[in-house]
């Protein structure tokens, strides 16, 4: 084969019920003891930058926006380094009828990849509601 050719990554969003505060679900996203204790081994922050940890690889996100107990987007250097417009977000959802919340997580993949990565998702936040309990 000649050359590489980008494949296009397609937005997606996966979404979970949880039984949790928005307060507690915004510092397992946003803070490093919360976020190794279900989405990566460890996490080093170095000013806006996180780098995720897992079984000795590691690879590194911006945070390009947060609200407090709102959501938090990070965007993987890889991605920005090649001008691939992705991004990761955790989203806190708060049902206005019965106050159920749920996590709504937006991702993007290269199209056979998506169920991939649906079921990586699914995965971390079993991990997740184990750790809160929920």
């Known amino acids: ?11 997606f969003q996966v979404e979970y019920p949880v039984n949790s505060s928005k307060g507690v679900l915004f510092n397992m ?30 690879e590194s ?3 390009i926006s947060k609200k ?6 990070f965007r993987w250097l890889e991605d920005e380094d090649s001008g691939i417009a992705s991004y990761f977000e955790f989203r806190i959802k708060i049902d206005d009828l019965t106050g159920d919340t749920a996590i709504v997580i937006t991702d993007f993949a ?3 990849e998506i169920d991939d990565s649906k079921e ?15």
């Open 1 to 11: 084969m000649s050359g590489s050719v980008e494949m296009e990554k397609v937005k």
């Open 29 to 58: 996203f946003s803070t490093p003891s919360g976020l190794a204790e279900w989405f990566c081994d460890d996490v080093n922050i170095t000013k806006d930058i996180h780098t995720f940890i897992w079984d000795g690889s590691e």
């Open 61 to 63: 996100a911006r945070i």
């Open 68 to 73: 407090r107990e709102d959501f938090i987007k």
């Open 110 to 112: 290269e199209e056979d």
């Open 120 to 134: 990586l998702w699914s995965a971390q936040v079993d991990r997740l509601k184990q750790v809160l309990g929920a």
